[in-house]
């Protein structure tokens, strides 16, 4: 880090993002952690949010414009030669940072050298800042949380705080739709993440965010990352298994078998290479085979519930035994 660097660089990528940006900016630049700089990218907007960026005249910001649309993916990825902090904190330009957040996740950065990413939870707010609910799966514990990160993302992307050479190490933003959970799953693979059990974001949700518009692109862009996913674990990258891998859980189209198959496959695969806790492993992939059971076993879901290695004394409960035998008994009398 050069002399008089500041420590953060904040991220911001704006696209047309006049209506929440300047209450974006302003939650950054009131934040207790002052060693900073907020870097925004203006990509090619054509409403008014240069002109709301330019009002400011704060030092630590940093303004670049594409000059024309790039895009998302190009447009995250200036911040491979232009971050100047060592940490880099990603902010999008219609949220709101909680005024803790920097202060926080420099504390966690420094009390843990191993960290390179570390998100938290966040508030869900509408286009008037009504918090509507909150994000779920922002997984706390971080053995759980690689194992969660399997299969669906657990990180809220306009929380993360990450170190900017293992940002520069992975070459940034690859998979459009999907860039950060295939950014944080590859630095996952290597390094050690975590999630504060702080809300530091206020997350909005409104129609034009990318996860309403694109779900179904989205899914296609998933199915071939959790291709490369299977293989990084030495597994076959199976049609069918990248499908059970990706929302929605549970496949209607898949058959049982293909998921008792690869959940068998995970577990003995995990215990050769141990790649995650086994104990929290076998334990999560257990309420998955019982999920999995109970909506597609028909009249062998009792038989499939008690499938080794997946069944577990340990962790099935009797409210479990109950229903899979009453939707085997229901389902036999239904023929």
């Not at 209506?19 to 925004?40: C, D, M, R, V």
């Not at 200036?78 to 926080?104: C, N, V």
């Not at 998933?222 to 929605?248: E, F, H, N, V, W």
């Amino acid at each position: 880090m050069e002399e008089n660097s500041p420590r953060v660089t904040v991220f911001m990528a704006a696209y047309n993002a006049s209506e929440h940006i300047e209450e974006a900016i302003n939650s950054i630049l009131n934040q207790t952690y002052a060693n900073f700089e907020l870097l925004i990218v203006n990509d090619g907007s054509t409403d008014t949010t240069a002109k709301i960026v330019a009002a400011f005249t704060d030092n630590r910001i940093r303004t670049i414009d594409n000059g024309d649309n790039k895009g998302l993916i190009y447009t995250r990825n200036r911040a491979l030669l232009e971050a100047k902090g060592e940490l880099l904190a990603i902010m999008d330009s219609d949220d709101i940072a909680s005024h803790d957040r920097l202060a926080l996740q420099v504390a966690a950065f420094d009390n843990n050298p191993a960290l390179a990413l570390y998100g938290g939870q966040a508030k869900v707010i509408d286009e008037k800042n009504n918090v509507i609910g909150a994000i779920h799966e922002t997984e706390t514990n971080p053995d759980l949380l690689k194992i969660r990160l399997l299969f669906h993302n657990t990180f809220v992307h306009s929380s993360v705080m990450m170190r900017t050479a293992v940002f520069r190490e992975m070459g940034g933003y690859q998979e459009p739709f999907a860039e950060d959970y295939d950014l944080f799953l590859r630095i996952s693979n290597k390094y050690h993440v975590a999630n504060s059990s702080s809300f530091l974001v206020s997350y909005r949700t409104h129609g034009q965010n990318v996860s309403s518009k694109k779900g179904v692109e989205i899914i296609n862009r998933l199915l071939p990352i959790k291709g490369k996913l299977l293989t990084s674990m030495g597994l076959p990258a199976d049609s069918d298994y990248q499908k059970i891998m990706t929302l929605p859980y549970i496949w209607q189209e898949v058959s049982v078998e293909k998921y008792k198959d690869l959940y068998a496959k995970i577990l003995n695969q995990n215990k050769r290479i141990t790649r995650f806790n086994e104990e929290l492993l076998e334990e999560y992939i257990f309420n998955k085979w019982y999920d999995v059971v109970f909506q597609l076993g028909k009249e062998k879901s009792f038989g499939l519930f008690l499938s080794k290695p997946m069944f577990s004394w340990k962790y099935s409960t009797f409210k479990q035994f109950r229903k899979t035998f009453k939707k085997s008994l229901k389902s036999i009398f239904k023929k």
